[in-house]
C-alpha cells in the first residue's frame, strides 16, 4: 500500500519530533560526569587540586592497566654469559670502523707491522673498536713475515678482549703452529673449535692442516683429518688429495700415492678434471720407472688439447716434478710458455712457488747465474720473494761455496723490504766458519741478537765451539755472558764454558760462573755440575773453594733472612708506638660523651688491627705482645669511660641539686 505525499510528510515529521525529545532527555555522557564531578566539590579549586593530586599518583603508581600489559609479555631468559660469542658479518666494516680498518691496512702495505698491531691494541680500548677482519688482515701480514711470536700474542689479547675470532682467524692460528713444528698444538686448537665454538671448519681449514702435517712427517693423521672432512659433509676436495699423494711421494711409497689417487678418482666418479693431482701423479710414475706413463700424465694435464683446470699451484707441481725427474729443458719450456700467458688478474700461471722451483733447477744443474737472475725478475711478473724464498736460494749459494753471492744477496732482502730470520743469520754464521772467517761468522751472530731474534742453544754452542777452536776464549766468553740470560743453558753448555776457563787457569772466573748460577737459579746448579767443578778445581788442588763458595752462599741466605726477619720486628714496634702515640691523645684529652669514646675505641682497634696485620704476616714469633696490647688497649677504654661516665653522673647530681 502506497502513501500519499502528505500523509508521509506527516510521519516524517511526527519522526522528528520524537527525536529530539529522546535526545534531550538524555545528555551525553560526559556532561553527566562533569555534573556528577562538580556537585562531589565545594568550590573549583578543590577540584583542581584533585585532578593534580591524581596526576601525581598516576606518575607515581601507573595504573592497573598498564601493569597487566607487562604482565602478559613474555619475560626472556638471561643469556649464559660463558656463551661463545657470535664473530661479526662483514657489514660490520662501515663508518669509523671502515676508516679505522684502512688506516691499519695502509700500515700493514707499509710494512710497518709494529705499529699496526699496536694501533689494533690501542683501538680495542677506544670508541671505536677493531672488527675481527682488521685483526686478521694484521695476524696475516704477521705470518707472512714469519713473526709467529707477535701474531699469537695479538691473537690472545684480542680474544680476551672480546672480540670473537671467526674461521679464517682459527686457519691463521693453525697455519702459525704448523709452520712452528708444533703440530700437535694445531690439532688441541682444532678441538677446541670444533668442541667449544659456534663456528665452522671450512675447505680452508682442512687443506691447511692436511698440508701442514704432510709437512710435518705426519701423514696418518693428515688421513686421519680427510677422513674426518667426509664426515663433516664436504665433497672430496682434489688439493687435499694432491697434498697427501705429495706425503706419498716423499715417503718414496707409490703404491699408496696410487691408492690414495684411485679414491680420489671413484669419489669424483672416475673423472677428475683438475690438474693440481697430476703433479703428484707424475713423481708416482717417474718412482716406478714409468718415464712414458709420466709423459702421457704431463701432455694430458698442460697440452693443446687439454680439458684440465690448471692453476698456478698445479704448474708448480708438474714443474717441480719434470726439474727433479730429468726433465729440466722441458720444464722450462713451460716455464717460459707459462710467463707468456701470464696476464693477472684475469689469468695467473706463474706465483712465487714458480720461480722458486726454476731457481732451484738451475742450482741443481750447477747454473748458479741463471737462478740468481730468474730470481731477481720476478719483479716483472708481480711477484716479490719472501724471506723462504731468500733463504732457499742462500742455502743453494752457501752449500755451493759461494758465500760472497749468498752475503750480496742477503744486503738485498732489506731493500725489497724483506727481514731475515734466526735461519738466515745461522746460514750465513755457518758457512762463513767453514771459510776460516770466524769473525764475520761472530758478526752474523751478534748482529741476530741485535736484531731481537733469538737464536737456540744449538746455534750458541756451535758459536763458542769455533770461537774456542781458533783460541778466542774472551770472545766466547763475552757471548757466553751475553745468552746465559737469554738462553736455558743445560749442563753441556755450562761445562764446555767452564772446561775451557780452566783449562786456560782461569779458575777464578769458573768459580764467578757458579756464584752467578747459583744467585739466578740454584736448581740449575744440578749434583753432576757440581761433581764436574770439583773435578776440574782439584786439578789446581783447589777443590775447597767450592765448599767454601757453597758456604759463604748459605751465610749470605741465612743474612738475609736474619736481616728479613728484623725489618718485620722493626715493623711491628713502629707499629706498637703508633698505638701507644695514638691511645692518650684520643682517650685522655677533653672530656666527651660516653658514645663518643666508645666510637673512638673501635675506630683504634681498627687502626691497630690494620699496623699489626702486614707484620703478623711477616713474622712467624707467637702472638703474644700484641694480644697484651689489645687487652691493655680494652682496659684503658673500659677505665676511660667509666671514668666520663661518673664524671657525667656528678655533673648531673650537682645540677639537680642546684
Known sequence: MSLSKPTFLAHLKALSLHHQHHHHRYPPPHFLSLRRHLSAFATPE??????????RRLRIEPPLSSLRQQQTQPISKPQNPNTPKLPESVSALSGKRLELHNKILKLVRENDLEEAALYTRHSVYSYCKPTI???????????????????????????????????????????????????????????????LTPINPSPTTYRTLVKGLVDNGK??????????????????DPIVYSYLMLGYARNEDPDGLFAIYEELKEKLGDCVDNGVVY??????????GMEKEAMECYAEAVGENSKMIMSDI??????????????????????????????????????????????????AEGKFAEALEVFRNMGGYRCSPDTLSFNNLINQLCKNGMLPEAEKLYGEMEGKGVK???????????TCFKESRTDDGASYFKKMVDSNLRPNLAVYNRLVDELVKVDKIDEAKSFYDLMVKKLKFDDSSYQFMMKTLSDAGRLDEVLKMVDEIIDDDVSQFTAELQEFVKEELSKAGREGDLEKLIDEKERQKAEAKAKEAAEAEAAKKSARAAVASLIPSKLFGDKVAENEVDAKSEELKLEEAKIIKPVEAKSEEPKLEEAEIINSVEAITSSSVQSSSSESETENDGTSKQ
Open 314 to 363: 698445479a704448474y708448480n707441481s708438474v714443474l717441480d716434478a719434470l726439474s727433479k725427474n730429468g726433465k729440466f729443458d722441458e720444464a722450462l719450456r713451460l716455464f717460459d710458455r707459462l710467463k707468456n700467458e701470464h696476464n693477472p688478474p684475469r689469468t695467473l700461471t706463474v706465483n712465487l712457488g714458480t720461480f722458486n722451483v726454476i731457481a732451484n733447477g738451475y742450482c
Open 46 to 55: 578543590d577540584a583542581a587540586a584533585e585532578r593534580r593530586k591524581r596526576k
Open 279 to 288: 703433479g703428484s701423479l707424475m713423481k708416482g710414475y717417474f718412482m716406478k
Open 420 to 430: 731475515s730470520d734466526e735461519y738466515t743469520y745461522a746460514l750465513l754464521m755457518d
Open 133 to 195: 677482519h682488521t685483526v686478521n688482515a694484521v695476524l696475516n701480514a704477521q705470518l707472512r713475515q714469519s713473526k709467529y711470536a707477535d701474531l699469537l700474542s695479538l691473537y690472545r689479547f684480542t680474544t680476551q678482549a672480546a672480540i670473537a675470532p671467526n674461521v679464517v682467524t682459527y686457519n691463521l692460528v693453525f697455519q702459525t703452529y704448523l709452520d712452528c713444528r708444533r703440530p700437535d698444538t694445531a690439532l688441541e686448537h682444532y678441538k677446541l673449535m670444533i668442541d
Open 219 to 236: 701423514l696418518d693423521k693428515a688421513v686421519d683429518m680427510k677422513n674426518e672432512m667426509g664426515t663433516k659433509g664436504f665433497s672430496p
